[in-house]
């Protein structure tokens, strides 16, 4: 069964370092998405990608963030310049059609990312 | 109000109960329901989609939506113990998709 890929599954970084996060989505899939989950709280959405290039982003995807499709398989979400509070489950999602409108969205196992 | 609300304690049932969770919301754009449901260090799993008011079976799962209270229901019959997990609702419509915070779900053999 296709499946959304994710690496790491653990990242340790320091405060002020740069991470990149990266996914494999669903191959005949055209929307990406990363949600991220602090512990304890609710999956929250950050950035939708279709068409090489960003198509909805939420308020904490600032200007830290960025989104990048390099190839025709990986989409990674960067970090540049970490905070203690960007410690989170960080998850990859993608789906056919577009988020909002009865898509099925499909998540990969996440990538725990810990700044100390 | 928060658009989805999803009351987040945990709940223990033992082997062979009738798990019981629902969501509320506000926003009435929101037309497809979903559940997903989520195992420790893993991610969200779809498990339940419905897009109408009325009630939907999937083997011992069935949703249920009731548009005109803005509530949603997710039930488990026969529950096992791998169905100890948390459970989130989602909803969407108008370019929104949201989350609930999600009920962790314990099953005691």
């Known amino acids: 069964e296709p499946e959304v890929t994710q690496t790491p599954s653990h990242q340790v970084t320091q405060m002020g370092q740069e991470v990149i996060l990266r996914c494999v989505p669903i191959?005949?899939?055209?929307?990406f998405y990363w949600y991220r989950q602090i512990l304890g709280q609710k999956v929250e959405f950050l950035v939708s990608?279709?068409?090489?290039?960003?198509?909805?982003k939420s308020e904490i995807f600032d200007d830290q963030f960025s989104v990048e499709r390099p190839d025709g398989s990986n989409f990674t979400l960067k970090i540049r310049s970490t905070k203690l509070e960007d410690s989170a489950m960080y998850f990859c999602?993608?789906?056919?059609?577009?988020?909002?409108?009865?898509?099925?969205?499909?998540f990969g196992s996440g990538t725990q990312l810990s700044v100390l | 109000q928060k658009e989805v609300e999803q009351d987040p304690g945990p709940l223990s049932v033992p082997e062979g109960a009738i798990v019981s969770l629902n969501c509320t919301y506000s926003?009435?754009?929101?037309?497809?329901f979903m559940w997903y449901r989520q195992y420790s260090r893993k991610g969200p799993e779809l498990l339940m989609y419905?897009?109408?008011?009325g009630n939907k079976e999937d083997g011992r799962f069935t949703a249920q939506v009731d548009k005109s209270s803005k509530y949603i229901s997710l039930f488990i019959r026969d529950s096992q113990p791998s169905d100890s997990a948390t459970y989130l609702c989602?909803?969407?419509?108008?370019?929104?998709?949201?989350f609930g915070k999600g009920n962790q779900v314990v099953v005691i053999p």
């Open positions: 999602a993608s789906s056919e059609a577009r988020q909002g409108v009865g898509e099925k969205l499909f």
């Open positions: 191959s005949n899939h055209l929307y």
């Open positions: 990608f279709y068409n090489n290039e960003i198509s909805e």
């Open positions: 989602a909803m969407s419509g108008n370019n929104r998709l949201a």
């Open positions: 419905t897009y109408s008011s």
């Open positions: 926003n009435s754009a929101f037309q497809y």
